[in-house]
């Protein structure tokens, strides 16, 4: 999996306001949650989670606080609700000897039989939560939709990786072939012009 970079300064008072400091300044507060209770508050800039935030991709995150480096996952973000401005990201450290788990892109490939026939292609889940060694974790999960015929769907029990756990329910539709009204009309002519 890709690593994406983030500098922070820690946090020594989290009262309001000092949050509310941070925050008029153009930076938000972060946690590193760590074993035993162990947390650790810092800062990083808006701008410097652009690329970690508003992306369709998954990531390590190589956190760089006061100069020493941790690993982790991004686990909840926190966003105004008017705004979408980002108020606050909860991380969780990485250990390399203990699975992972983070969300991770769904990448359709192939051409739907369904489709082909006319049928309308519904991308209903387009991130799946996944567990696996951090040597183990993907980009993205690849499903190939060839097969897929009108009316029916793929879920999630349909789905193997190796050395990849996925922690949705088995029955999280992923995607589906819808019938269409050209997909409906086509049977009809196919037997019109069979009587002819």
């Not at 008029?24 to 800039?45: D, R, S």
């Not at 892109?105 to 209903?124: D, F, H, I, M, T």
């Not at 992923?174 to 009587?195: F, G, L, N, S, Y």
Request: net charge positive.
């Amino acid at each position: 999996m890709k690593t994406i970079e983030l500098k922070g300064v820690s946090r020594v008072s989290l009262t309001k306001a000092a949050v509310k400091k941070l925050r008029n300044n153009g930076e938000v507060p972060c946690v590193l949650y760590g074993e035993n209770g162990k947390n650790i508050h810092f800062a990083v800039t808006e701008r410097s989670l652009k690329d970690l935030v508003y992306t369709p991709h998954a990531y390590l995150v190589k956190l760089d606080v006061d100069g020493v480096v941790y690993t982790a996952v991004r686990r909840e973000i926190q966003t105004h609700p008017v705004s979408d401005a980002i108020l606050h990201i909860d991380f969780y450290p990485v250990n390399e000897d203990r699975p992972v788990a983070i969300d991770v892109p769904l990448a359709l490939s192939g051409n739907s039989e369904g489709v082909r026939q006319g049928g309308k292609l519904q991308l209903v889940t387009r991130r799946l939560k996944i567990s696996a060694l951090p040597k183990d974790l993907p980009d993205e999960l690849h499903v190939d939709i060839s097969n897929l015929a009108i009316g029916k769907s793929i879920v999630v029990s349909d789905l193997s990786y190796d050395k990849v756990n996925i922690l949705n329910p088995k029955t999280t539709i992923i995607c589906a072939v819808k019938m269409t009204r050209a997909a409906a009309v086509q049977p009809v002519a196919a037997e019109a012009d069979k009587k002819k």
